[in-house]
């Protein structure tokens, strides 16, 4: 499955961003969906994670209550709404995909990827 994230672009803390990623090739019915985002000069880190029914949601602690993830099955798009955003938000996000049906585990290895959408937030 090809992965093509979007909806990043420049905000000013306390602004809105909807991101997307639409996923190609075959359905992602079957897999789990995870945000992830990488700072200048940091390390990669999830974000948000959803399972193949929604049933199964994880946040970070430092997006909990401001980022709310979700998925359209039927669109083969995952969304990830961003509302409140701080400059700490800065980042290239990632939409990654990996073939589970299981709640959250942070071990899991994604097996696809999206190129990545930049978000940027001024203060």
């Known amino acids: 499955v090809q992965l093509q994230a979007s909806g990043g672009g420049s905000v000013q803390a306390g602004g809105s961003l909807r991101l997307s990623c639409v996923a190609s090739?075959?359905?992602?019915?079957?897999?789990?969906m995870s945000w992830f985002r990488q700072a200048p000069g940091k390390e990669r880190e999830v974000v948000s994670f959803?399972?193949?029914?929604?049933?199964?949601?994880y946040y970070a602690d430092s997006v909990k209550g401001r980022f709310t993830i979700s998925r359209d099955n039927a669109k083969n798009t995952v969304y990830l709404q961003m509302n409140s955003l701080k400059p700490e938000d800065t980042a290239v996000y990632y939409c990654?995909?990996?073939?589970?049906?299981?709640?959250?585990?942070?071990?899991?290895?994604?097996?696809?990827w999206g190129q990545g959408t930049l978000v940027t937030v001024s203060s």
């Open positions: 990654a995909a990996v073939e589970y049906s299981g709640s959250y585990d942070p071990g899991l290895l994604y097996s696809n």
């Open positions: 090739g075959r359905t992602i019915s079957g897999y789990a």
């Open positions: 959803i399972n193949w029914s929604g049933g199964s949601i």
